[in-house]
């Protein structure tokens, strides 16, 4: 055999062999890292007295880290709860005002017991019997009249107490909280600064996992299951890759135009398939990092 023929044999079967590394190499979808982000904004509206967060800090529970001024709040709650005491006394005389016509229907009925057997036995007439009565039928006509009296004393009473508690309420949302474990991302508003309700104040998002949002070809497609562990691949160095473990999360029931930040123009043209791979974040993992998955 010629060394031409032999060198060219071996320069084919090194062409191949490469091919077959690097195809082995390549990863089968490429992507970038996201999470969940969420605005928290007051709730009320007035001065930030103390707000204890910088960006970077991590929650791992429910807290609170700020205030904003309930002086007015509470002032106005005194001042309900002020005239809920007056109003409440005026109930206990309209009770004590009950108390005098039951009393009184007491007696005319013993009178009444009295006269009857009087007119029984012929010795009280039948006006006398009438008009005991009458008077019992008007203490009972009082006391209804006085009940519906105290029934709107009552729905009164009832009208401030949930004006108190709608105060209370505001009270609870002037406190600034931090709602669950999550990572400040982003602070737009210092202490002492003048806030509306709405108005955001800072960003969270919980970084402990984060979804690898990535996009797979059509023929990729079938191959590719919900709760199907991959290996996701993030950069260690120039040359060097890290992986990690992660399940897919979620398929796109409809396909679409490759996103412009895939490099190249023949692989924007492409029509796939986003899917989303949940990987736990032990801290290398950022919003925006590139990353790779290989399917098992």
């Known amino acids: 055999m010629k060394t031409t023929t032999i060198i060219g044999i071996s320069l084919a079967l090194s062409l191949l062999t490469s091919a077959c590394n690097q195809n082995e190499n390549e990863s ?3 992507g970038n890292f996201e999470a969940t982000e969420y605005l928290i904004s007051a709730e009320n509206s007035g ?12 929650f791992t529970q429910k807290e609170q880290v700020g205030i904003i001024d309930t002086t007015q709040l509470f002032l106005q709650s005194e001042q309900l709860k002020a005239q809920k ?9 309209i009770l004590s005002r009950i108390a005098v016509y039951q009393e009184q229907i007491a007696i005319l009925k013993k009178d009444k017991a009295r006269i009857d057997q009087m007119f029984t036995d012929g010795a009280a007439t039948s006006k006398q019997v009438d008009d005991i009565n009458g008077g019992i039928l008007l203490a009972k006509r009082q006391i209804k009249a006085v009940k519906t009296e105290n029934a ?3 729905g009164e009473l009832d009208n ?4 108190i508690d709608a105060l209370n309420d505001l ?3 002037s406190k600034i909280m931090v709602p669950q474990a999550s990572t400040v991302l982003e602070k737009y508003h210092e202490a002492f600064e003048m806030v509306n309700t709405g108005t955001p104040l800072f960003k969270l998002a919980d970084l402990r996992t984060l979804d690898l949002r990535a996009y797979i070809s059509g023929d990729q497609l079938p191959s590719v299951k919900i709760g199907q562990k991959v290996n996701v691949l993030i950069d260690k160095n120039k040359d060097e890759n890290q992986t990690l473990k992660g399940k897919v999360i979620w398929i ?14 023949k692989e924007r043209v492409k029509l796939v398939y986003a899917i989303k791979v949940k990987v736990k974040n032990d801290g290398r993992l950022k919003i925006g990092m590139p990353g790779e998955i290989r399917f098992k």
């Not at 005491?85 to 005389?93: D, L, P, Y």
């Not at 796109?252 to 123009?265: G, L």
């Open 252 to 265: 796109s029931s409809q396909s679409e135009f490759t996103p412009k930040i895939i490099q190249t123009k």
């Open 160 to 163: 401030i107490d949930r004006k």
């Open 47 to 58: 001065k930030i007295l103390s707000l204890n967060i910088d960006e970077g800090d991590v």
């Open 171 to 173: 009270i609870q949302k």
């Open 28 to 30: 089968d979808a490429y």
């Open 85 to 93: 005491r007056a109003v409440a006394s005026g109930v206990k005389n």
């Open 152 to 154: 709107k004393v009552l």
